[in-house]
């Protein structure tokens, strides 16, 4: 396994456009959800658009500045997923989203990539200076509470999300 988080480039254009569609379709028949939200926010049809609006630089009035990263295969080279990496908790993100919200494109699901992402995210959380971080799942995202957990995540509570669901809070650590 060769990964790395890399920072979008015109020259993954078309790939990203092909993982937003797998990601979409599958969202579409199988009701998954759309994770990390920041790299479906706009429309890659306009790249340019899509680049300059990916990361949020300076704080609004309900979101913080964060840094958006895709998982790359190097061997491949192919886009896996990506990572959105909130630089600091507001009081909505201490309650539900947490400093990083992560995704796997469907076709590569369960093959161990969320775990790396998720350690190569923290690593991306030291330069920031973050030293407790803040992940959240579905109760019912096995894979994704797995990920967390692997890389050091220990549940504090559980609770009712805006959309009814469970959801979990882990800190790790760094």
């Known amino acids: 396994m060769n990964l ?30 759309h994770s990390p939200w920041a790299i479906f926010k706009n429309d890659y049809h306009d790249f340019d658009h899509y680049l300059e609006n990916l990361e949020l630089k300076t704080a609004t009035e309900n979101r913080v500045p964060d840094s958006v990263f895709f998982l790359l295969d190097t061997e491949r080279d192919r886009l896996l997923g990506a990572v959105n990496i909130r630089h600091y908790l507001n009081d909505a993100l201490l309650k539900e989203g947490g400093h990083i919200g992560d995704g796997i494109r469907p076709s590569e699901r369960r093959k161990g990539y969320a775990t790396e992402m998720v350690r190569l995210a923290l690593e991306e959380c030291r330069k920031l200076g973050i030293q407790r971080v803040l992940m959240t799942c579905d109760k019912d995202n096995i894979g994704s509470a797995r990920s967390i957990i692997k890389n050091g995540g220990v549940l504090e509570n559980e609770f009712i999300n805006g959309e009814g669901q469970v959801e979990q809070r882990y800190w790790i650590e760094l």
């Open 4 to 33: 790395k988080l890399i920072k979008l480039t015109k020259a993954y254009e078309t790939q990203l456009g092909e993982m937003i569609d797998e990601w979409k379709l599958d969202q579409e028949l199988n009701h998954t959800n």
